[in-house]
C-alpha cells in the first residue's frame, strides 16, 4: 500500500511511486483501474513536489473526471450485474469521493491555493482505503462469482 510519507511539512519526493504486485488482484478491470489511478497519483505527487500549476492541475482534474466516468461507472454497472451484496456501500463510496474532487475543482476553479497538498493526500488515501480494500473485496466476490458457475 501506499504510506503517506511524511505529514507534509515538506514536499514529497517527486518520484513515482512504482506498480507493486501486491497492487494486483487478478482482475483484468480492477488491475488496469488501480494502474490508471497511480498514474493520476503520481502525477499530482509532481505536481506538489515541484510546485504545482494550472495547466498540471487541469490534467489531473481532466484524468479524474475520465476515471470516474469509465472504471467507477463501468464498476458499479458490473457489480449490479453480479448482485453484488456492498454495492450500494461502493456507490456510497465512488459518490463521496466524486463530490470531493468537485470541491477541490470548485475551489481550484475560484481561485483557491494550497488544496494541492489536501488533494494529494486525499487521493492516496483513496487508494489505500477503497482500491486496496474495497476493490479487492469486489474482485474477490467477481472471482467467487465466476467460479461457482
Do not use: C
Amino acid at each position: 500500500m501506499i504510506i503517506i510519507e511524511a505529514i507534509m511539512t515538506k514536499k514529497p519526493d517527486p518520484n513515482p511511486y512504482p506498480w507493486k504486485k501486491e497492487y494486483e488482484v487478478n482482475n483484468e478491470m480492477y488491475d488496469e483501474q488501480t494502474h490508471k489511478f497511480l498514474g493520476i497519483i503520481n502525477l499530482m505527487k509532481a505536481l506538489v513536489a515541484d510546485g504545482p500549476d494550472k495547466t498540471g492541475i487541469s490534467e489531473v482534474f481532466f484524468r479524474l473526471v475520465h476515471y470516474f466516468d469509465r472504471y467507477m461507472m463501468q464498476e458499479e454497472i458490473y457489480l449490479k450485474e453480479l448482485n453484488y451484496d456492498r454495492l450500494e456501500r461502493h456507490i456510497k463510496v465512488h459518490r463521496e469521493f466524486a463530490d470531493r474532487i468537485i470541491s477541490f475543482r470548485e475551489g481550484f476553479e475560484n481561485g483557491e491555493t494550497g488544496f494541492e497538498v489536501e488533494m494529494y493526500e486525499y487521493l492516496e488515501h483513496f487508494f489505500d482505503d477503497h482500491m486496496m480494500i474495497d476493490n479487492r473485496r469486489a474482485a474477490n466476490f467477481i472471482k467467487e462469482h465466476k467460479d461457482s458457475k
